[in-house]
């Protein structure tokens, strides 16, 4: 009777194979598992249900080991069958329009392209919602990824973009592995590499985060931060924030842009605007110029802010340039630099002549013992990592718990744990209690920074309740002190 309700709880069971069409995913309801065989398909699918964060539409692999694959060939999505006919019917393989509570696993996008040179794998738009992207791949498109617009949010995770981009697209509306126009967007343990035309990450969020990824050989730069289309037209003030933090961004050695890494630009020259930058914990690895690591392109006077910590930015001997030092705020401690580097507003900044990768030659940028990086992080800034990538470019789409927060750069020296992927079982974080004199610490794994402490007194039934005490964030772990004389409680973490 139990798993007859969960079941009907649950929704339908649909399966699609090379046989169908569009028509089985687009008509998933919420609580639906559309569950997609291996084989090659080549219509779109316009997706547009509203679904709950309870009882989600799921759309996923049958084989994520043999994934399906939307492949048009040379076929122009355009032309491609599917019941959509907006104008902009082929700006995705698939596309969410005001879609909510998606979770998609396991798919490949290759070959998506238009005839206007500006199609991606996926895109969203209009306000879509808690849209997750997994264990996805995206190669061979003109954009990898787009969307983004009004309040949209999505995340992706353990995902591939490989040389997405097209060279039909004009520079002046050029093409990415990764094209976010606004919203919220969250992108995690993904290995993104070898854009076609422009970036490998181009962000117009309202706010955004990138942890935990490998970004290698943008075409033009890595990535950006510039004005979010959705104010255009709009009464200011505007805030964007981009947070990169625990990335390892690994240079071109020929850029098409070899004056900038990352860029903070007001490309619409919207008045009102503050970018802001926070970048914590990453590994630049240049190609052995002057590349600027960070670029607060603010010439026009636009407020712009950048904090670079407890970062290695190697294969360069610049860190920032600024346009307008007056309308710039760019500050950072504790980063790694080489002994030539050029003067930067950034301070506490360990020099010497390597960083003591582990071997660079093999793109192992771990530290290796007796690298200057190792302990000489500053962990009084806020956002600490409680994760790393794993591993490299061979063995991709994965992350640990980093065991602590006390290196500078990407990867912590004393970290052994295992890898965890698109499918692995989440570790689970230990609550510790120990005694300290009258009190007892109650203490936490910094990769659980997002679980909650609850409490309960010992009355039955057992309530929990949020604990409404503080606790402290370091660089080893989070840390709870309870008063002996305090009433008595159990404790408890929450997801």
Not at 151 to 164: K, L, P, R
Not at 271 to 287: A, D, I, K
Not at 306 to 328: E, F, K, N, P, R
Not at 419 to 427: E, I, L, N, T
Request: include cysteine; glycine fraction near 10%; charge should be negative.
């Amino acid at each position: 009777m139990l798993a007859g309700c969960w079941s009907a709880a649950q929704g339908a069971v649909i399966n699609v194979g090379p046989g169908d069409n569009y028509s089985k995913i687009e008509g998933a309801q919420p609580g639906d598992q559309v569950i997609i065989a291996p084989g090659t398909y080549a219509f779109r699918v316009y997706l547009t249900a509203q679904a709950t964060p309870t009882n989600p539409i799921v759309i996923q692999a049958q084989d994520p080991s043999n994934p399906p694959v939307w492949d048009f060939g040379t076929n122009l999505v355009d032309n491609a069958p599917g019941d959509y006919t907006g104008g902009d019917k082929a700006r995705g393989a698939w596309q969410f329009s005001g879609a909510q509570n998606y979770s998609i696993s396991g798919i490949v996008f290759r070959n998506c392209r238009n005839a206007a040179a500006n199609c991606g794998g996926i895109r969203y738009y209009e306000t879509t919602t808690n849209l997750y992207i997994k264990d996805c791949v995206f190669t061979l498109n003109d954009n990898g990824m787009t969307g983004g617009t009004q309040n949209s949010q999505a995340t992706v995770e353990f995902c591939e973009f490989n040389a997405n981009g097209s060279t039909n697209a004009p520079s002046s509306a050029p093409t990415h592995n990764l094209y976010i126009y606004g919203g919220y967007f969250t992108m995690r343990y993904c290995f993104v590499h070898d854009s076609v035309q422009g970036q490998n990450f181009h962000i117009r969020c309202r706010n955004a985060t990138l942890e935990y990824n490998w970004f290698a050989r943008a075409a033009n730069y890595e990535g950006d931060l510039m004005s979010d289309d959705d104010f255009s037209g709009e009464t200011g003030p505007f805030q964007q924030t981009l947070t990169l933090r625990g990335n390892v961004i690994v240079q071109n050695a020929l850029p098409g842009n070899h004056s900038q890494v990352i860029a903070l630009y007001n490309d619409a020259g919207l008045s009102g605007l503050t970018l802001s930058l926070v970048c914590l914990y990453n590994t630049f690895v240049g190609n052995g110029g002057s590349s600027a690591f960070v670029h607060v392109s603010n010439a026009d006077g636009t407020a712009m802010s950048a904090q670079i910590s407890d970062s290695i930015i190697s294969g360069t001997t610049v860190a920032t340039l600024i346009g307008d030092g007056a309308a710039a705020s760019v500050s950072g401690v504790n980063n790694w630099q080489p002994s030539n580097a050029a003067a930067s507003p950034l301070t506490n900044t360990v020099l010497s002549a390597s960083p003591g990768f582990a071997n660079p030659a093999a793109e192992n940028y771990h530290l290796a013992a007796g690298s200057v990086c190792i302990g000489a992080a500053n962990t009084s800034v806020y956002g600490l990592p409680g994760k790393e990538y794993y591993l490299n470019e061979a063995t991709n789409r994965m992350w640990r718990p980093r065991a602590s927060a006390l290196d500078v750069g990407a990867f912590e020296s004393t970290t052994t744990s295992g890898p965890v992927g698109p499918y692995s079982a989440a570790p689970q974080p230990r609550l510790n209690i120990a005694p300290s004199g009258p009190k007892a610490v109650l203490s936490w794994p910094l990769f659980a920074q997002d679980y909650q402490l609850d409490q309960s007194d010992l009355g039955v039934p057992v309530t929990w309740i949020a604990s409404p005490l503080t606790w402290v964030t370091n660089g080893t772990g989070l840390t709870f002190i309870v008063i002996a004389d305090a009433a008595q409680s159990f404790y408890r973490l929450q997801k």
